[in-house]
């Protein structure tokens, strides 16, 4: 599948959020239906026979594309929040970014 329509989408934010940091704006694909679905029909054909129980994807864009692909293939659906957010039993992950660290649970 041709993915350069969903390349040339994305917008490159020079700065953001601090100087140095090249931010990847994919709000250009999530607003236009054709694209939104090509790259969910991407995903899932490149996982369909993967034997993938769950999809774990983490806030906010993982969400995006993480729930539609979870329901394409018919399984579950596992979110990963920064610490904090979720309410019940959780694992803790800490890594580093361009700007600093981060922990998702």
């Given at each position: 599948?041709?993915?350069?329509?969903?390349?040339?989408?994305?917008?490159?934010?020079?700065?953001?959020?601090?100087?140095?940091?090249?931010?990847k704006?994919?709000?250009?694909?999530?607003?236009?239906?054709?694209?939104?679905?090509?790259?969910?029909?991407?995903?899932?054909?490149?996982?369909?026979?993967?034997?993938?129980?769950?999809?774990?994807?983490v806030?906010?864009?993982?969400?995006?594309?993480?729930?539609?692909?979870?329901?394409?293939?018919?399984?579950?659906?596992?979110?990963?929040?920064?610490?904090?957010?979720?309410?019940?039993?959780?694992?803790?992950?800490?890594?580093?970014?361009?700007?600093?660290?981060?922990?998702?649970e």
């Amino acid at each position: 599948m041709n993915t350069d329509p969903l390349k040339a989408a994305i917008r490159d934010i020079p700065d953001f959020p601090k100087p140095g940091i090249i931010f990847k704006d994919i709000t250009p694909i999530l607003a236009d239906p054709g694209l939104f679905r090509q790259a969910i029909d991407i995903f899932v054909e490149r996982n369909r026979s993967a034997g993938i129980a769950k999809i774990a994807a983490v806030d906010a864009r993982g969400f995006i594309f993480g729930g539609a692909v979870a329901d394409r293939l018919g399984i579950g659906f596992v979110p990963i929040r920064k610490k904090g957010k979720l309410p019940h039993k959780t694992i803790e992950a800490t890594y580093d970014l361009e700007y600093g660290t981060a922990t998702v649970e």
